[in-house]
């Protein structure tokens, strides 16, 4: 087959697109949930949705590994125990940026490289992704952490060029669904191949905020007892608000619970944040990260580190938009880098 | 095997936290059938002396009888919870604690001097006596309650809360208040557990359930909300509320001003 | 590799508990399904995921080393909540496995070395694992020293197999050390009586000056508590020891075991290692690398 892998859809054939797309999968898309949120939800038709958006303040990580769920209830007399079914409905996320779609790469990777959560890859199966381009805002620096392009992880991507995108095709999924919905896309021409030149430049051209990467993870090594830490540990009110809306965190927390005839229960997984307390205490009581400091330092280093040549972080710029506190980890990076005071 | 001897206890307080049980309906039957219930003096006449297996305690000591009776019911009890914040932190009744004296408030109210009654300063349970675990809460949850008497039932201890209201708010996607639109949240303190209840409404938590056990931090929020424009009068008053002495404490005492 | 949920247990049954100390009871079990018996494969110093329902899991050191009898030895402190419900459960009662897990010792890197191993309190649960893998396969190292430091005689584990090592070790192939801490310890002191060259008063650390000097090929291999490592490491690297040539079990939290759930942590942007999945065993060399191990 030599069929091209981009395409061109314009913005009014768009909702005619999603409205095809309910045969594939129920359709969730960001939508404005408050002054400064967004959220995935579920839509009808396109026009409920943002695609201007920012960002999420949740990201579309809720889809693979839900907040709070029930991993198995329990019968302690009968001596068993009966996992959740993996939820098989198939989704679409439609408007997916690449920060977001690199987040959820690098996750499935935590999730599916030693032990195959089961869970995981049955959602991740039932998924249909069509990212989105975006425009930076004054916190995004995606384009610093190099996760501004997506490369794979999705079906379909849209880059916005005006009055149409230019339709990038990313998996075989995506393929078959543009050649079952055909009528709706043409063939890229020079103009649109232009429009997408212009495009790109103006967008790359509008990042206010910057990271320098090179050299970061010596740095920190270094900075281990910097009083850097002091200075954000003491404003830091640990929260854990910076990690519960970081699409690369990964922690979790497990907890049981029993019924009242103290036969039956269940164990639940939820999310959780190395910002909290109790994230590194043991049993008599030792903390391996007793103080905000010492907590905020852990975070700051296992997002700068690397996995695989990609940063823990993709940039999105979630943690500094939606800390109560007004904690910016870039300034934080910035002054361990020295390139700020 | 007897089935456990259980007394819930009420000193000066609302009765809330009591009530709470009692509004259990759908387990209360089979709550009370596990248990020989010793003295539950909102649910039942019945009293009983003795020994107690586990014993709820609601409300602060706020009178010499009331400090009486609580050590009479810790000296009868295993294992004794303080049932809700006043028993915890003491709550609303120690707000002004730190502020005006007893003598003076007797004289505001009652324009009498002091040792007309046997009242003392609202002091939370915690200040007189050892518990083993408490349920907090102003009133307790019911869910949370009914989880903690049936970890004891199971010989563990009831789950707790060990961070703040802010998880429980961003696991349920709300909007933070603070970042959105300024307000003076408290939920960065307090203890989770009302599955963020205020912010789901829009509205700042005013720390009903008390502060997170160790809570560190309430320096930083306090500057937090300087740095927003409230006044140091407006955050004091805000944490007195529900957080007994212990604002003052983490800030060093009520200083200056 | 399965190909389930990595959270689900399977289940066993305990055969037989022994109180070792007030607080440490030895619990042996074995495993309800034949294949989940089959299947578990472990090398001495991983560990398992040990679960009672209703309270939760506890990552729990196998002790024993794979051997051809069915079943598996657990060393439990009753330490908080899930360790205390493992304490009230009686032989017969069902319990909930995940695992093995962690990397465990490399015993076939170490071929053909000296062996010194050292252990602290409860940190014997993963190195007497390791003990009997050597034992069982002695012609496949060298000279075996074991050092052991216990806080006083009740607080002592595995009582019977120590004494029978202080005593007989030589003839089975390992030299026993004995340190205790609390100085009014009778039976301990005469211990130190009946072998001044074998057992001292004092912290793990001063039987350091009992040894023979290291011999170029030897490792260590040590489990403890943490503030154990710092010490143990300064009279390792006195002796001559390489950071690759010391082996060492940590402890962190953990909820999954697995890699996923991020409590064990530990490092930097340098390098972050998760002590379930990259440990619980790290070389020194390791810990040098990553900042905040030990
Ligand atoms: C690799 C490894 C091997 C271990 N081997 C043994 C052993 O052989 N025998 C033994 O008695 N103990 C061992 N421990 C320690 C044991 O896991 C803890 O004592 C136990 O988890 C305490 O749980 P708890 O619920 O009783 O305590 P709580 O204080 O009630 O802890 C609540 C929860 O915190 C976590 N937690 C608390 N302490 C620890 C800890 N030290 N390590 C990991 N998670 C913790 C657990 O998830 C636990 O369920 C080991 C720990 C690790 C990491
Ligand atoms: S660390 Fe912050 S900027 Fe980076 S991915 Fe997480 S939330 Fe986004
Ligand atoms: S350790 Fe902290 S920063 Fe790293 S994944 Fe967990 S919550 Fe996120
Ligand atoms: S969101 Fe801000 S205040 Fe909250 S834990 Fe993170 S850095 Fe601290
Ligand atoms: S609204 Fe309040 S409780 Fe919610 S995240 Fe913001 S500060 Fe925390
Ligand atoms: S215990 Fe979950 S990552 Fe190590």
Redesign the interface.
């Known amino acids: 087959m030599t069929e091209s892998l981009y395409k061109v859809i314009t913005k009014e054939e768009l909702s005619q697109f999603g409205y095809a797309l309910r045969e594939t999968g129920t359709i969730y898309a960001p939508v404005k ?5 967004h ?1 995935f939800k579920q839509v009808d038709t396109l026009t409920e949705a943002d695609l201007e958006y920012h960002r999420t ?2 990201p579309p990580k ?1 889809f693979f590994i839900s ?2 769920e029930t ?2 209830t ?1 019968n ?1 007399e009968k ?1 068993e ?1 009966n ?1 959740t079914p993996a939820v098989n409905e198939p989704l679409v996320l439609f408007g997916v940026h690449p920060c977001d779609i690199n987040a959820l790469n690098l996750l499935a990777k ?2 599916l ?7 995981y890859s049955e959602r991740r199966e039932n998924t249909t992704i069509i990212g989105i381009s975006c425009t930076p805002d004054e916190y995004c620096f995606c384009k610093s952490t190099g996760t501004d392009y997506a490369r794979e992880g999705f079906e379909l991507f849209l880059h916005d060029i005006g009055d149409r995108y230019l339709v990038r095709v990313g998996s075989l999924k995506g393929y078959n669904l543009l050649q079952k919905h055909a009528s709706l896309f043409r063939e890229v021409t020079e103009e649109d191949l232009s429009l997408y030149r212009q495009a790109e430049k103006k967008r790359l051209a509008s990042f206010t905020k910057s990271l320098e990467m090179s050299g ?6 270094m900075s ?1 007892n910097s009083p850097i830490w002091e200075e954000y540990g ?8 910076c990690n ?2 970081c699409p690369r ?14 036969n039956t ?1 269940q ?1 639940e ?6 910002m ?9 009581g ?1 903390n ?1 990260r007793a ?2 400091a010492e907590r905020l330092r ?1 975070r ?3 997002k ?3 996995k695989e040549d990609m940063t ?1 972080c993709v940039g999105c710029g979630r943690c500094s ?6 904690i910016d980890y870039v300034e934080i990076l910035q002054k361990i880098r020295g390139d700020i005071e | 095997m007897s089935k456990p001897k259980l007394g819930i206890f009420s000193l000066t307080g609302c009765g809330g936290d009591q009530l709470q049980i009692l509004n259990m309906e759908d387990q209360l039957l089979d709550l009370v059938s596990r248990f020989d219930i010793v003295d539950f003096q909102e649910g039942s006449s019945r009293k009983v002396d003795g020994d107690i297996d586990i014993a709820f305690v609601e409300g602060t000591v706020s009178t010499e009888h009331d400090l009486k009776k609580l050590k009479e019911i810790r000296a009868r009890s295993n294992v004794l919870i303080a049932l809700g914040n006043c028993a915890i932190e003491g709550c609303i009744q120690s707000m002004r604690n730190g502020e005006t004296t007893l003598s003076e408030r007797l004289k505001d109210v009652y324009g009498v001097e002091e040792g007309f009654f046997d009242a003392k300063l609202s002091k939370p349970i915690t200040e007189y006596v050892d518990v083993e675990f408490s349920i907090p809460g102003c009133p307790v949850e019911k869910e949370e309650t009914l989880r903690g008497i049936t970890s004891l039932l199971h010989g563990d201890s009831p789950p707790y809360y060990s961070y703040p209201v802010c998880v429980e708010c961003k696991l349920n996607e709300y909007p933070c208040v603070i970042v959105e639109e300024g307000k003076p949240c408290l939920g960065p303190l307090i203890r989770a557990g009302c599955n963020a209840r205020c912010p789901s409404l829009g509205l700042d938590c005013i720390g009903c359930r008390g502060p997170v056990e160790g809570a560190e931090n309430f320096a930083a929020e306090y500057q937090m909300l300087l740095d927003k424009g409230y006044t140091k009068q407006d955050i004091m008053n805000r944490l007195r509320v529900f957080c007994g002495e212990l604002g003052d404490d983490f800030l060093g005492g009520g200083d200056d001003e | 590799m399965t190909e389930s949920n990595p959270l689900s247990p399977m289940k066993a049954r305990i055969t037989e508990i022994q109180q070792m100390t007030d607080i440490e009871k030895l619990i042996k079990l074995r495993f309800q399904n034949k294949t989940d018996a089959s299947n578990f494969k472990y090398m001495p110093g991983q560990f398992i995921k040990l679960g009672v329902m209703g309270v939760g899991e506890a990552p729990i050191s196998i002790c024993t080393s794979q051997s051809d009898e069915p079943g598996l030895e657990l060393c439990i402190r009753n330490a908080g909540r899930v360790t205390k419900a493992l304490h009230n459960l009686n032989v017969g009662n069902t319990i909930w496995i995940r695992g093995p897990y962690g990397n465990g010792f490399p015993m076939e890197a170490i071929e053909g070395k000296d062996l010194l191993l050292v252990a602290g309190g409860l940190g014997i649960a993963p190195i007497r694992g390791v003990l009997q893998y050597a034992l069982h396969h002695r012609e496949l190292f060298g000279e075996i020293s074991f050092l052991y430091g216990v806080r006083c005689y009740d607080l002592m584990l595995f009582k019977d197999e120590i004494l029978d090592y202080f005593r007989h070790g030589d003839e089975k192939g390992v030299k026993l050390y004995l340190s205790y801490e609390d100085e009014s310890d009778k039976v301990c002191y005469d211990l130190s009586c009946e072998r001044d060259d074998r057992c001292t008063q004092g912290m793990v650390t001063k039987l350091f000056s009992m040894l023979d000097s290291k011999s170029n090929n030897s490792v260590s291999l040590i489990g403890g508590p943490p503030i154990m490592y710092k010490f143990t490491v300064r009279e390792l690297e006195k002796m001559g020891f390489q950071p690759d040539e010391v082996y060492m079990t940590l402890e962190r939290r953990m909820r999954c075991g697995v890699g996923q759930c991020g409590h064990c942590i530990v490092g930097t942007g340098k390098s972050i290692k998760y002590v379930c999945k990259d440990g619980p065993v790290f070389t020194l060399w390791d810990a040098m690398n990553t900042k905040g191990m030990i």
């Open positions: 949930t408050s002054k400064e949120s959220s303040m949740i809720k907040p709070k991993i198995f329990f302690k001596e125990y996992e935590v999730y490289e030693s032990f195959t959560d089961k869970y970061l993870q010596d740095m920190l090594d281990y003491e404003k830091c009110l640990c929260c854990g608000s519960l809306v965190c990964r922690c979790y927390d497990v907890q049981d619970y029993i019924d009242l005839n103290l229960g164990r997984r939820k999310w959780y944040s190395c909290l307390k109790e994230h590194g205490l043991v049993a008599g030792h391996f103080t905000s852990n700051v280093n296992c700068g580190s690397l823990n938009a939606y800390c109560p506190a007004g």
